[in-house]
């Protein structure tokens, strides 16, 4: 059976953080997902981590050489199966439930692109950066009713074939906003979601 998400990681160097997103999804209730890591080429012990957890969740790991953000996400995308990719940074933290409220969301929703609500892992540690977070998302739903929507970047949701359609990333700075762009001249709004 195909999984229902294609979960796609970019990597370098982040062997400090990457035991956190993919434990996240080793403890998911529902396993409806495929992992892939496109690392590239990271000079610490970030591979070697990835490898431990094939044991726990179903990861494929992918090398891209030279690094560049937006082309590992593309190759991770490529190389998907799932009905929806969802890509994730390796820094990030989801709860047991993400993916099956994420498909119960998808399914009721029926849309080509989501974007979650995003909130700082620890509230203490950052107080000024804690704040910002409701200011960010707000700012994100209130950009979808205008000709210029936005995108924090992390954890957008896309209907793979609209992805592909669409050509995915674009090799520059901000590729996640630009793609939100992309989408919207192609008439797909972005669901914008605190669930």
Same mark, same amino acid.
């Given at each position: 059976m195909l999984p229902f998400f294609s979960i796609i990681i970019p990597t370098l160097n982040e062997?400090? #953080? +990457?035991?956190k997103i993919l434990g996240d999804l080793a403890k998911q209730k529902v396993k409806n997902f495929e992992t892939i890591v496109v690392d590239g080429n990271s000079k610490?012990?970030?591979?070697q981590i990835i490898l431990t957890y094939q044991r726990? @969740? $179903? @990861?494929t790991l992918l090398r891209r050489n $030279?690094? %560049?953000? $937006?082309?590992?996400?593309n190759l991770g995308a490529k190389q998907a199966k799932g009905s929806y990719l969802l890509f994730l940074d390796a820094d990030m933290s +989801?709860? $047991?439930? #993400?993916?099956?409220?994420?498909?119960?969301? @998808?399914?009721n929703k029926k849309g080509l692109v989501f974007q979650p609500y995003l909130f700082p892992l620890e509230k203490d540690e950052y107080p000024e950066v804690s704040t910002v977070y409701p200011l960010v998302n707000k700012l994100i739903e209130f950009s979808q %009713? #205008? %000709?210029?929507p936005f995108s924090a970047g992390p954890a957008m949701f896309w209907e793979r074939k609209v992805f592909l359609t669409i050509g995915g990333f674009d090799n520059i700075f901000g590729e996640d906003h630009q793609i939100i762009?992309?989408?919207?001249?192609? +008439?797909?709004?972005? %669901?914008f979601s605190p669930a």
């Open positions: 062997e400090l #953080f +990457v035991k610490d012990k970030t591979r726990k @969740i $179903p @990861i $030279p690094p %560049n953000l $937006p082309l590992q996400k +989801v709860s $047991p439930s #993400f993916t099956k409220a994420a498909e119960r969301l @998808i399914r %009713n #205008f %000709n210029k762009r992309k989408a919207h001249t192609w +008439v797909c709004v972005q %669901n």
